[in-house]
């Protein structure tokens, strides 16, 4: 029995062992991959901080109400997404470091310009200028993306390729963290304006700047050049691939046509109301903590749960993530994380007397229990991915996907603003402690609404399982071998 134990234990214990030792082959990347890392941290500080705090920095920082706050963070967001269909062509184009500070000098001058806009409140026509600002910083976030992504390739050998990845998930993941701390020591131990989190923004894109100035110094491929089809093959393979190469509008058609992309496409649209939960977090939760807290909410605090717990799942969950059937456990997360929303729709006196108090710890275990489901469905969402897909195009299939998220990002964004309006306006918090408020009146209506579609998709795809997981074998690896 003890040994049965022992051999149990060990077995959780070796993978996450393993998973720490593989940050050891780090040592074969460049000083390159480290500036990459650096900035990897100071740009996702500055991004986290900036997108918690920008629908309460338009409002009362800048005078939008928050119908019109919720189009301008519209805006924003879509000319991202778009700016993101472009910018890799610009990288390539440039080369990585080029681009690099092109984007923080974009990122560097925008920010600067909102920070302006919060501190002068005289000046002309600074509304306008807020939008302008936001809309011109999107490109260089959105090349900034590009360039991380074609740099941890490039800084890192074949044999590092994936703990390079996997440091620079962590790193973006306590970058996060940082910013979420940033806001509390902004506004509640400076106790100085919102505004000044632009200030540390812009600070973190001219440390970027001097970073990638200072510590890229080349950009040749690390280790040994990867060899493409074309000059890894004999003449005969090398000429069969050429004849097989197709355009990109004939590998749409062939996509398109295939009933596999159809089902891919109906459970990204299924899984759309647990993804638009992260939307929630900039652009709903900052208002309703403030309105219905109170303005001394540790906000930053709150923000940073989901990246600490996102980083420690990770790894405690390695030992049991390829136990269970991918697609079971795709769903199991996604219902999980739905029932995040659920915490926020239960009586508030269940957990104290006070209002504040309660919806605090709602709060907190709210974020909780969407980070356990996120550590289970977001891996495996890919892994759904590249099993479903046929070969070759897992790329086509991963790029589709962004459809319909596209729109549902276009959708929350818009709405934002109107169900702030009508659920959690100024003053909610007060309404709630007098009684004043119905049910269908107070924010336990809104989260119940989206509650529902969050929970709807999953228990849909439970319905449908035989169609969506059609021809794909999404048993452990375990399970796949007894079945050959």
Not at 218 to 240: F, I, L, M, V
Not at 329 to 351: K, Q, R, T
Not at 413 to 429: R, Y
Request: with cysteine; net charge neutral.
């Amino acid at each position: 029995m003890e040994e049965q134990q022992a051999a149990q234990q060990g077995s959780w214990i070796e993978p996450i062992k393993q998973y720490f030792l593989d940050f050891g082959v780090l040592k074969d990347n460049p000083m390159e991959f480290w500036a990459i890392q650096i900035i990897n941290f100071l740009d996702m500080a500055a991004y986290f901080s900036m997108i918690s705090i920008i629908t309460l920095f338009l409002t009362d920082n800048i005078g939008w109400n928050d119908v019109n706050a919720g189009y301008i963070v519209t805006a924003f967001t879509m000319f991202v997404t778009i700016s993101l269909f472009f910018s890799g062509f610009i990288t390539d184009s440039l080369g990585i470091k080029a681009s690099l500070i092109l984007a923080m000098i974009i990122q560097g001058v925008t920010r600067f310009g909102v920070l302006m806009c919060g501190l002068l409140p005289d000046l002309p026509g600074r509304q306008w200028l807020v939008i302008l600002s936001l809309v011109l910083t999107a490109p260089g976030m959105a090349m900034t993306q590009t360039v991380f992504q074609a740099a941890n390739k490039r800084f890192s050998t074949t044999r590092s390729r994936s703990a390079s990845f996997n440091i620079w998930y962590l790193v973006m993941n306590v970058g996060a963290i940082i910013g979420g701390l940033m806001i509390d020591w902004v506004r509640l131990v400076l106790k100085i304006d919102n505004s000044y989190i632009f200030a540390f923004a812009t600070g973190a894109a001219v440390l970027s700047i001097l970073t990638a100035i200072v510590m890229i110094r080349r950009e040749t491929q690390a280790g040994k050049p990867e060899t493409s089809p074309e000059t890894s093959n004999q003449d005969g393979e090398e000429a069969g691939r050429k004849e097989e190469k197709k355009g990109a509008w004939q590998i749409f058609r062939e996509v398109t046509a295939e009933s596999a992309f159809w089902r891919f496409i109906v459970l990204m649209a299924a899984l759309l109301g647990v993804r638009a939960i992260f939307l929630y977090m900039y652009l709903l939760m900052p208002k309703f903590w403030v309105r219905v807290i109170g303005p001394d909410v540790e906000m930053g605090l709150l923000q940073t749960i989901n990246p600490v717990l996102i980083v420690i799942g990770l790894v405690l969950f390695i030992p049991i993530a390829n136990k269970f059937n991918v697609f079971k456990m795709l769903v199991f997360g996604a219902i999980i994380s739905s029932f995040s929303l659920f915490v926020l729709i239960l009586p508030y006196n269940w957990f104290s007397g006070d209002v504040a108090t309660a919806f605090f710890w709602m709060s907190v275990i709210m974020l909780v229990v969407l980070s356990m489901g996120e550590v289970i469905w977001s891996p495996k969402l890919q892994e759904y991915t590249a099993a479903i897909a046929p070969r070759g195009q897992e790329g086509s299939y991963l790029g589709m996907s962004m459809m319909p998220w596209f729109f549902a990002k276009l959708l929350v964004s818009a709405m934002s603003g109107h169900m702030l309006a009508k659920w959690v306006p100024e003053g909610t918090g007060e309404n709630l402690k007098s009684g004043h408020l119905t049910f269908w009146q107070s924010p336990s209506a809104l989260w119940l609404i989206l509650f529902l579609w969050a929970l709807s998709g999953p228990i849909l795809a439970l319905v449908f399982k035989g169609w969506l997981t059609k021809g794909a074998n999404l048993d452990p690896p375990a399970k796949k071998e007894k079945g050959e």
